[in-house]
């Protein structure tokens, strides 16, 4: 939890210092699972960071330690993880692979206890993962099926994880932005500007900048500007 945190804070130094931590004291106490998981999580910190070779380096050694003590919701999100760094590499059949190892895994939930660090899989995550993944492969047409699923569910089981609405719909103007619908971007975009003035995330300031960035080549239709002046006006005084 503390390198999800420091994470979320764009402390990347930190975050990794808590992840090795948890991967030292997960392999010392014999619990496969939460080092596997913090490798995962580490893997997915070196995806946001740009780092492709070392998120899928991260991602593969966390699936190696698969074993007969993982959970089906531990298998899940390794699965997941491994999925978002082939998706960063552009490797779609490795991608969609994962994808469904990680769909078979978490039907199969249930029947065990599971780990409280794997207490946020659920079938918002794993839609959520699939539309990151759609999305960074260029799959516009499937995101635009996982995003607003994951969206949707989130409003009726989940409605106070704010920070997971800003990510999603950030993504889903993303795909609309792919597809040039650039009003229904501009639309998406200022929906998720309208959840972020709500939180202080330094992550999710980045993924929404990542989105106006995308935006400049437009600079000339009026939403566009209208979501940018917006942008500017929410940013001021958020976590850079």
Same mark, same amino acid.
């Given at each position: 939890?503390?390198?999800? /945190?420091? *994470? @979320?804070?764009?402390?990347?130094? !930190?975050? !990794?210092?808590?992840?090795?931590?948890?991967?030292?004291?997960?392999?010392?106490?014999?619990?496969?699972?939460?080092?596997?998981?913090?490798?995962? +999580?580490?893997?997915?910190?070196?995806?946001?960071?740009?780092?492709?070779?070392?998120?899928?380096?991260?991602?593969?050694?966390?699936?190696?330690?698969? %074993?007969?003590? *993982?959970?089906? /919701? #531990?298998? !899940?999100?390794?699965? !997941?993880? /491994?999925?978002?760094? +082939? &998706?960063?590499?552009?490797?779609?059949?490795?991608?969609?692979?994962? /994808?469904?190892?990680?769909?078979? @895994? =978490?039907?199969?939930?249930?029947?065990?206890?599971?780990? $409280?660090?794997?207490?946020?899989?659920?079938?918002?995550?794993? &839609? &959520?993962?699939?539309?990151?993944?759609?999305?960074? *492969?260029g799959m516009s047409k499937e995101a635009v099926m996982s995003l607003p699923s994951a969206i949707g569910l989130l409003g009726i089981h989940a409605p106070n994880r704010v920070r997971n609405q800003v990510h999603y719909l950030s993504r889903l103007a993303k795909c609309y932005l792919l597809d040039r619908e650039v009003e229904q971007?501009?639309?998406?975009?200022? $929906?998720? *500007? @309208?959840?972020?003035?709500?939180?202080?995330?330094?992550?999710? %300031?980045?993924?929404?900048?990542? =989105?106006?960035?995308?935006? #400049?080549? +437009?600079?000339?239709?009026?939403?566009?500007?209208?979501?940018?002046?917006?942008?500017?006006?929410?940013?001021?005084?958020?976590?850079?």
């Amino acid at each position: 939890m503390a390198g999800w /945190l420091a *994470l @979320d804070a764009n402390s990347h130094a !930190t975050a !990794t210092n808590y992840f090795v931590e948890a991967v030292r004291v997960g392999r010392e106490a014999d619990e496969p699972g939460l080092a596997a998981s913090a490798l995962a +999580y580490m893997s997915l910190q070196e995806t946001y960071r740009g780092q492709r070779a070392s998120a899928l380096s991260l991602a593969q050694e966390a699936a190696a330690l698969n %074993s007969r003590k *993982l959970t089906p /919701l #531990t298998r !899940t999100i390794l699965a !997941t993880r /491994l999925a978002r760094a +082939y &998706a960063a590499m552009g490797d779609e059949r490795s991608c969609l692979k994962a /994808l469904e190892a990680a769909r078979n @895994d =978490f039907d199969k939930a249930g029947g065990v206890e599971e780990p $409280h660090y794997v207490s946020y899989v659920d079938s918002i995550e794993v &839609a &959520a993962q699939e539309g990151a993944c759609f999305l960074e *492969l260029g799959m516009s047409k499937e995101a635009v099926m996982s995003l607003p699923s994951a969206i949707g569910l989130l409003g009726i089981h989940a409605p106070n994880r704010v920070r997971n609405q800003v990510h999603y719909l950030s993504r889903l103007a993303k795909c609309y932005l792919l597809d040039r619908e650039v009003e229904q971007a501009c639309r998406t975009g200022r $929906h998720a *500007l @309208d959840f972020s003035r709500t939180i202080g995330s330094a992550r999710v %300031s980045e993924r929404l900048g990542e =989105f106006d960035e995308l935006l #400049t080549p +437009y600079s000339g239709v009026s939403s566009v500007a209208a979501f940018k002046e917006e942008y500017r006006t929410s940013m001021r005084g958020m976590p850079g």
